[in-house]
């Protein structure tokens, strides 16, 4: 059984920087597509972050420019760094893993893993 544990989540002010970590417990990590997406109160899960088993990074429009996506692979760690956070920023950041790297990588169905989540919050 896959797991995946997100960590890094808390409480910041507008403008202030946090980097999220994900970590796996599957080997050979290098082998997975790792993604981030998040989901706010009364909203659906949406992209945020993509990163392939070969490297090819994608972002979704709203973060690209503040969000880094990053793997380390001896560490089965992906990383999400945000710059320049918002109020609308506020959700809960989830981590997910496939082996299958598929086109649409910013729908949900097309991961395989999910983890817990870690819930971030930006006040103005």
């Known amino acids: 059984q896959v797991q995946l544990v997100e960590t890094g989540g808390g409480l910041v002010q507008a403008g202030d920087s946090l980097k999220l970590s994900c970590a796996a417990s599957?080997?050979?990590?290098?082998?997975?597509?790792v993604g981030w997406f998040r989901q706010a109160p009364g909203r659906e899960r949406e992209f945020v972050a993509a990163v392939s088993s070969t490297g090819n990074i994608y972002y979704a429009d709203s973060v690209r420019g503040r969000f880094t996506i990053s793997r380390d692979n001896a560490k089965n760690t992906v990383y999400l760094q945000m710059n320049s956070l918002k109020p609308e920023n506020t959700a809960v950041y989830y981590c997910?893993?496939?082996?299958?790297?598929?086109?649409?990588?910013?729908?949900?169905?097309?991961?395989?893993?999910w983890g817990q989540g870690t819930q971030v919050t930006v006040s103005s």
């Open positions: 599957e080997q050979p990590f290098s082998i997975y597509a």
């Open positions: 997910a893993l496939t082996p299958y790297w598929k086109v649409k990588y910013y729908v949900l169905s097309n991961w395989d893993y």
